[in-house]
């Protein structure tokens, strides 16, 4: 099979990519791009014959558990003939003709992979909702009701366990009596695959379209560069189901490489079940958000004895060098931190193999030309900060998304020169490392200087009092803006004086960067804006601050 060959040199024997150096893993970076690619048919069937002729490790290829002793284990062919049932039941049971969009709004339950699935078998669209998702998201759904997620369009799904149970229930009945017999559609490469809805960090989230070889290809750099994966192992990845994130790391990139996708109910964020999930089974590569690391190491201060763990990444947010070195003490284990979007792959990763540079995002990805511009599209020089960028002329790479659905005048405000704009500012070292500075609309800019909020938030965690903080501009009559800080305390530090602790947080900081980022302001909270993602939404407090003068 072509397409399994284009994304594996030999695809009966995916070795371990573990590669020496960068170089080396630049050059052995090649897809050839198929004219036609399903990933149902061309990579999940290809792994099911493998399994059958014996040529794959024994592991499933999905392990699902709701962490009350109920579990899920399917082979390629199970999740295969599942998911044709599936597929027939869309079709039959909703009457959806191919280029339907279809909102998927289900929790983090075995049927949303079916119907992932389902939908690349049937050339329906999924359009990936979260547990946010209003019914007003001008999506034009023909399924957003009825049998594809029977009932309940908006709302948060998971608090709602007995809609969820019925739901269940019914895709029970369905599953019993549908027939696995299913002849997947022939897709363009080209050709529209899936939605996804942005995070929303700062405004509504908006709709990015990604084509068939877009993710169900262009993912393979996740799968093999910075995940690391091969068919031994078994891939977790937390994030919820409506973001692209689950996308990328609890489907494409693991079952690229024939890795088991891991998966847990996890209604709510627990780190005690977090942990306990890491101690109890089998999972080789954990993915998470910083927020969720954050979370991790505050909870137990002991070190972990993690069995099987052997690579831990992290992408969404930057992660502070404080988390990634406090995890490290208590696993052994360091945390790769990637660069991506909605809008992309992996952008830059830390690379099995690699130095880290605890605080940079890594190198490249070898499937982009990625670079630091000025404003009017040149690039800049090593050391000099600027908005990040990726090359799309003369062509657009693979792995970045098709437009914003509906949406031409967003589209085109991301295009300058020869590249597409990221909107978040960063440099690159002399090494060829990128740092991230800040989302080009969370720079501070006082009395003539441009502060990102990541640096001045990384001083303030490795202050025993703070928790988490967010950084964000305030009006000020002589600067114009300062830095004002959002901290949220530390249980211990609830009950200390107030006033003395903003002070001698305000000298950690001015001694820990420089002087001039130190936050002018501090306000103690008790929980910061995030997206359901668990991002910082530094937009809400930067309004309100503007909003009272
Ligand atoms: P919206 O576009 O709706 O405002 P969003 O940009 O947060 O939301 P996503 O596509 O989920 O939506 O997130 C991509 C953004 O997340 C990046 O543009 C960047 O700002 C941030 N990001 C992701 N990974 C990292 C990282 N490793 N370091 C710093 N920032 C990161
Ligand atoms: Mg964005």
């Given at each position: 099979p072509g397409s399994m060959r284009a994304l594996h040199k030999d695809y009966r024997t995916v070795t371990p990519q573990n590669f020496s150096n960068y170089e080396s893993m630049k050059q052995d970076f090649k897809l050839e791009i198929p004219e036609y690619f399903n990933f149902a048919k061309d990579v999940l069937d290809?792994?099911?014959?493998?399994?059958?002729?014996?040529?794959?490790?024994?592991?499933?290829?999905?392990?699902?558990?709701n962490g009350n002793g109920e579990e899920v284990r399917w082979s390629f062919e199970e999740l295969g003939s599942l998911s044709r049932k599936f597929a027939n039941i869309l079709t039959e049971a909703c009457g959806l003709q191919r280029g339907d969009r279809v909102i998927l709004l289900l929790p983090r339950i075995p049927e949303w992979w079916l119907a992932n699935i389902a939908c690349l078998r049937t050339g329906y669209t999924p359009a990936q909702g979260s547990r946010a998702?209003?019914?007003?998201?001008?999506?034009?759904?023909?399924?957003?009701?009825?049998?594809?997620?029977?009932?309940?369009?908006?709302g948060d799904m998971s608090n709602n366990s007995n809609a969820c149970s019925r739901r269940h229930q019914r895709l029970q009945r369905h599953k019993q009596h549908a027939s696995d017999n299913h002849t997947c559609v022939k897709t363009k490469h080209n050709e529209m695959m899936a939605i996804f809805f942005t995070s929303g960090t700062s405004g509504y989230p908006k709709m990015t379209g990604h084509t068939h070889s877009s993710f169900g290809l262009g993912l393979s750099i996740n799968g093999r560069f910075w995940l690391d994966l091969t068919p031994l192992d078994v891939m977790w990845n937390t994030s919820d189901t409506?973001?692209?994130?689950?996308?990328w790391s609890s489907v494409f990139s693991?079952?690229?490489?024939?890795?088991?996708?891991?998966?847990?109910?996890?209604?709510r964020f627990e780190p005690t079940s977090i942990l306990q999930t890491l101690s109890k089974f089998p999972i080789t590569v954990f993915c998470s958000a910083p927020t969720a690391y954050r979370m991790l190491v505050q909870n137990d201060k002991a070190s972990y004895k993690f069995?099987?763990?052997?690579?831990?990444?992290?992408?969404?947010?930057?992660?502070?060098?404080?988390?990634?070195?406090?995890?490290?003490?208590?696993t052994g284990l360091d945390i790769y931190e990637g660069y991506g979007q909605t809008e992309t792959v992996l952008i830059c990763g830390n690379f099995k193999g690699m130095k880290i540079k605890p605080g940079s995002m890594g190198k490249p990805s070898p499937a982009f030309d990625v670079k630091i511009l000025d404003v009017n599209g040149n690039v800049l020089p090593p050391g000099k900060e600027g908005d990040i960028g990726i090359r799309v002329r003369p062509n657009r790479p693979l792995g970045l998304f098709t437009h914003y659905i509906d949406n031409p005048t967003k589209t085109a405000s991301t295009l300058r020169g020869n590249f597409y704009i990221t909107g978040?500012?960063?440099?690159?070292?002399?090494?060829?490392?990128?740092?991230?500075?800040?989302?080009?609309?969370?720079?501070?800019?006082?009395?003539?200087?441009?502060?990102?909020?990541?640096e001045v938030e990384s001083a303030l965690i490795e202050h025993p009092a703070v928790a988490e903080s967010a950084v964000v501009s305030s009006p000020d009559p002589i600067r114009g803006e300062v830095?004002?800080?959002?901290?949220?305390?530390?249980?211990?530090?609830?009950?200390?004086?107030?006033?003395?602790?903003k002070k001698e947080i305000q000298e950690h900081v001015k001694r820990n960067t420089a002087p001039y980022k130190y936050p002018r302001k501090v306000e103690f909270i008790q929980e910061l804006p995030k997206t359901i993602s668990g991002k910082i939404k530094r937009n809400e407090l930067r309004k309100k601050e503007w909003e009272t003068i």
């Open positions: 290809q792994w099911t014959s493998m399994e059958k002729a014996g040529k794959k490790p024994s592991n499933p290829a999905f392990w699902w558990t998702c209003k019914p007003d998201s001008h999506n034009n759904p023909r399924c957003s009701r009825g049998a594809c997620h029977h009932g309940a369009p908006s409506g973001w692209a994130k689950s996308a693991p079952w690229i490489q024939g890795a088991c996708v891991f998966a847990h109910y996890l209604p069995k099987s763990l052997k690579h831990c990444v992290s992408a969404g947010e930057p992660i502070n060098p404080e988390v990634t070195e406090q995890w490290r003490n208590r978040d500012r960063g440099y690159m070292d002399e090494d060829g490392y990128f740092w991230f500075v800040s989302r080009a609309d969370d720079i501070i800019l006082s009395s003539g200087y441009r502060i990102g909020p990541f830095v004002k800080a959002f901290i949220v305390l530390n249980p211990d530090y609830k009950s200390h004086d107030q006033e003395q602790l």
